[in-house]
């Protein structure tokens, strides 16, 4: 399906023909019944906005103080009046389509452009249906994979990614949200500026990832500058009094975790039983927390021990149920949720009509939904967010050039170079090629009519002799694609450039290179153009020319 004219085109594809896509994730797309008793609803996000309002269940003294911890945190950050005014429409009774994502270094890969834009369209579309609803992004500073976060990749002049990562550390396993910058993010903003060039961006690099500022509040004061025109409302789930709020939830993962537990590990067999993958491993001593202990973030475990109240195990040390209670009570900003617990105090904290996410995060889901019901006896429904590869005029310059699409880059760099060689061989050679498989297919055919009526018996063997003869002039095809491809170094460039920035290292783009990257190169009215061409009907990849 094609949609638009101008200023971009977008093209959907579907995630079934995307290598590594999970059975899980498309049979969701596709809404099929064995998958239909992990979610609460389908994936077409307008067929049931209105009607999921009537489930929803939100104290207002939560959302009075939630709303006061909102307001004072984006307000540090330099919240727009559209962020102010859509923080006063959540104070006053809007709900919420949410999306959040780790806090990335200068903000991460693509789709971490691609979710706010999402959770927009969502909110806008919800509003526009008589549901006053608002974009909240989640900010996962409780995440402890510093490894992750602590680089980015931009393409060079020559296409080439180039990885750029800060070596600011802390204790292991802190909280990134705690990970402080010193003076070594200066030349890696400088390093970045040089990649990116001149444009408004860079000045917001150097305002947000600076000395003093976290891995957090760096990422949280850029999206509020790229987010200004639709007033995003960023959550730093680090803050204690978040955590405190939270408590409530914190104490019921524990006083609950063997029924917990047991839901998880019978959701998990539920799911492979349908032929479906966990997307985190749960084991008989899982809780669903993490404690703080000497600034890491530590994996608290249950212990069985045959009691109506098992001990729990933080590290090396062991500790009863009522001490850990009693440390939710006084020290609840040392707790943190782990992915499935996550979304489970998200909506607990937010009125949330809808989450938006990826396809792990739609796996999630599917086991967190047991968590769900048993804390809040509500199910939030996820939908897939806006996805994309984004092509720009060179590229696609050469995909014409080539006669190809984006899933011909799909089988490789070494496979892509070929199949440009095939394509550029001579076109006597290729006539002579194309000549070939037609008489050899004609003569085949001849020669199987004429042996069905002389012996049935030998029609198999004369298939088996083509196949044979068809894969012999294939692989002389291929040499001399390759014979081609050594004379002609451009062809190795154009594979190159054509690899490393619509799939580089055999992934989508948007999860590999900088968005910073296309917002510098082509401005601030990109996020206007991709916002435009989100289509919430269209399930599936989509594939836009710039």
């Known amino acids: 399906m094609l949609y638009g004219e101008a200023p971009v085109k977008t093209q959907c594809l579907p995630f079934r023909q995307i ?10 797309l596709s809404w099929v019944p064995p998958v239909r008793q992990f979610f609460p609803r389908p994936p077409n996000f307008s067929h049931w906005l209105k009607d999921e309002t009537g489930r929803l269940r939100y104290d207002s003294a939560i959302r009075a103080q939630v709303s006061s911890v909102l307001e004072a945190q984006n307000k540090n950050w330099g919240a727009s009046s559209k962020a102010l005014d859509n923080m006063a429409r959540l104070r006053a009774g809007a709900t919420a389509v949410v999306t959040g994502q780790q806090v990335g270094l200068f903000g991460g890969p693509l789709f971490s452009i691609f979710k706010p834009l999402s959770a927009i369209k969502l909110a806008e579309q919800a509003t526009a249906a008589g549901v006053d609803t608002v974009p909240v992004f989640w900010l996962a500073t409780a995440d402890h994979d510093l490894a992750e976060i602590n680089n980015v990749n931009i393409p060079g002049p020559d296409g080439a990614l180039r990885n750029l ?95 917990l537990d047991d839901a998880l590990l019978a959701r998990g067999k539920e799911l492979e039983s349908a032929g479906y993958h966990q997307q985190v491993k749960v084991t008989p001593t899982s809780t669903l927390l993490f404690v703080l202990r000497d600034g890491a973030r530590t994996v608290v475990h249950r212990r069985p021990n045959g009691s109506s109240e098992p001990d729990f195990l933080v590290g090396d040390g062991k500790i009863s149920q009522a001490k850990m209670l009693d440390e939710i009570s006084s020290s609840a900003e040392h707790f943190s949720p782990n992915v499935l617990l996550r979304p489970v105090v998200q909506d607990y904290l937010l009125p949330t009509l809808a989450y938006t996410g990826g396809s792990a995060e739609v796996a999630y889901f599917a086991q967190a939904a047991v968590v769900y019901q048993t804390l809040l006896g509500r199910a939030t429904p996820v939908v897939p967010r806006f996805s994309a590869t984004l092509v720009e005029p060179k590229q696609q310059a050469l995909l014409e050039r080539y006669r190809m699409s984006l899933p011909d880059l799909f089988h490789g760099s070494d496979a892509l170079r070929e199949t440009l060689a095939v394509r550029t061989l001579p076109q006597e050679l290729q006539s002579a090629f194309e000549q070939a498989d037609d008489v050899m297919k004609n003569s085949l055919a001849k020669i199987q009519d004429c042996l069905a009526h002389l012996d049935k018996t030998l029609v198999d063997a004369a298939i088996n002799a083509g196949s044979k003869i068809h894969y012999q002039l294939d692989q002389l095809r291929s040499r001399a694609a390759r014979a081609e491809l050594r004379q002609t170094e451009v062809l190795a460039r154009h594979a190159d450039l054509l690899s490393n920035m619509l799939y580089p290292n055999k992934a989508l783009q948007e999860r590999e290179i900088a968005g910073l990257y296309f917002v510098a190169r082509h401005g601030l009215g990109l996020l206007r153009d991709l916002y435009d061409a989100i289509h919430t009907d269209c399930l599936d990849h989509q594939i836009i020319s710039l």
């Open 19 to 28: 290598p590594h896509a999970s059975q899980l994730f498309t049979d969701f």
């Open 165 to 259: 990562a800060t070596p600011t550390q802390s204790v292991p396993d802190a909280p990134v949200g705690s990970v402080s910058f010193g003076p070594e993010i200066d030349p890696v903003v400088e390093a970045a500026a040089g990649l990116l060039g001149e444009s408004e961006i860079i000045g917001w690099l150097h305002e947000s990832y600076r000395t003093g500022e976290n891995f957090g509040s760096a990422f949280a004061r850029l999206f509020t500058r790229l987010f200004t025109e639709w007033g995003v409302v960023l959550l730093d789930a680090s803050d204690p009094e978040l955590n405190r709020i939270a408590a409530p939830i914190y104490r019921a993962a524990i006083e609950r975790a063997a029924e």
